[in-house]
């Protein structure tokens, strides 16, 4: 077999794999191993690449940055930050119909910013708003709707996990994608706040207004919070005003989470003991998924089977636009079937060289990486909300045992239009998330 056919079949026996719930990890490193022997025709390249592989991976300075902003999203969760951001928004937003829910929303941004984790943000605010929204009379489809959209903002807002192992992949800036990340995940955030507005215009009882705050009450609210705040400008000013780079920000961000948890949010040994054992597990599954890339991607690139695909699309004819929709049209069919980090780790290597080799708007390689990394991120983020998949809404279904998962998979259809035109927004108007990245060089 030619090596572009046997790439071919690799991709297909992973598929098999996880379809019958084999871990993406080792998966892709049993696929990978297995094509490399077959490519090189012995077992002794294979050992000889296995001996420098995780050491090569995992002695990179810049992955530390991952157990570092893991720690710090577990240490916001375990120390009750959550709580501050959703009462300092609902302070300001709960009194107008749909208040709540909007809250619920601006909250998710605000934990984002301190987490990186989509599935940690739905988890938590889950936990802190969905009970508030229930006790207003909000409808099951909007409060579990907008919640499991809201959660997506946590890998959309900087710091960003995704984006930190799509650097690693591309040898990108982390830092120039952090900023690039800022504009997109404001009008993410906007965006779904619109739709809270429409839905509750068209539908008043779907979220009825709550009670009104006096500004003593906000004042306080706002010194609550006003330390989250401080921290995310601190890590994202921090890695691209260069006095900074992403790990030592990040082990600083971590660093304050862990001692506002303590003072104001009343977290105790217990609290740090889990946020210890929650990063050390998320951690090692992430690793153990990088190695695994890893792996097959070595075997991929002896198969010629990216720079092959790469030559065929630019040699097609085809629009680089209309490349750049059936990738981004890919991204959301993945979605069906697997989650924004294996999607992340499988599909970059076999898209980037593509991407790269076409040309749209005239954009340097640099921007075109940037700009190429924020929309997969954003077509990533999709997966965590749409059928049969959809982990955000699993997890959000889950906390509102009242209201069938039917009912939550409606909500989040209009939060997903909100998701297609951004997606498009972005597609055509590059400059929004070059903006920053320009602005501040």
Not at 41 to 48: A, G, M, R, V, Y
Request: with cysteine.
């Amino acid at each position: 077999m030619s090596g572009f056919t046997v790439g071919l079949l690799m991709f297909a026996i992973l598929m098999a794999l996880l379809v019958v719930r084999v871990p993406i990890g080792i998966a892709m490193f049993m696929v990978g191993a297995g094509g490399y022997v077959y490519l090189t025709d012995s077992t002794l390249p294979l050992l000889n690449s296995l001996k420098n592989l995780a050491y090569a991976r995992l002695s990179n300075y810049d992955i530390i940055v991952i157990p570092l902003f893991l720690l710090m999203g577990q240490f916001a969760t375990h120390g009750g930050l959550s709580k501050a951001l959703f009462r300092f928004v609902a302070a300001f937003m709960g009194h107008k119909r749909g208040g709540m829910a909007i809250a619920s929303i601006g909250a998710c941004a605000g934990f984002g910013a301190i987490c990186g984790s989509s599935l940690a943000t739905a988890a938590t605010m889950g936990q802190v708003a969905l009970p508030e929204l229930r006790r207003f009379g909000y409808s099951g489809a909007l409060s579990t709707g907008a919640l499991a959209a809201g959660g997506t903002l946590g890998i959309m807002i900087p710091p960003s996990v995704p984006l930190v192992i799509y650097a690693i992949l591309t040898q990108e800036s982390i830092g120039d994608l952090f900023m690039a990340a800022v504009l997109p995940g404001v009008i993410a955030m906007v965006g779904y706040m619109a739709v809270i507005a429409i839905i509750v215009r068209i539908n008043p009882a779907a979220g009825p207004a709550g009670p009104r705050e006096d500004w003593a009450e906000r004042l306080r609210c706002l010194l609550r919070v006003l330390p989250v705040l401080l921290v995310f400008v601190v890590v994202i000013v921090g890695i691209y005003g260069g006095w900074a780079n992403p790990t030592e920000a990040a082990a600083i961000g971590a660093a304050a989470c862990g001692l506002l948890a303590v003072i104001s949010g009343g977290m105790r040994l217990r609290g740090i003991l889990e946020s210890m054992m929650g990063t050390a597990h998320a951690t090692a599954m992430i690793f153990l998924v990088l190695l695994g890339a890893d792996m097959l991607n070595t075997a991929l690139a002896l198969s010629q089977l990216p720079a092959d695909l790469a030559s065929a699309v630019k040699d097609s004819g085809l629009s680089p636009m209309l490349v750049m929709v059936l990738i981004l049209v890919t991204y959301i069919f993945l979605g069906c079937v697997m989650d924004s980090l294996a999607m992340i780790l499988l599909t970059i290597p076999i898209f980037y060289p593509m991407v790269m080799g076409l040309d749209f708007y005239g954009m340097s390689h640099t921007d075109k990486s940037i700009w190429f990394g924020i929309l997969a991120l954003m077509v990533v983020e999709i997966g965590l909300v749409h059928p049969p998949v959809g982990m955000n809404v699993y997890i959000i279904n889950r906390l509102a045992k009242d209201v069938p998962l039917k009912e939550t998979f409606k909500g989040v259809i209009p939060f997903l239009i909100s998701d297609l035109l951004r997606i498009v927004l972005l597609l055509l108007v590059p400059g929004i998330s070059l903006y920053l990245v320009h602005a501040f060089k």
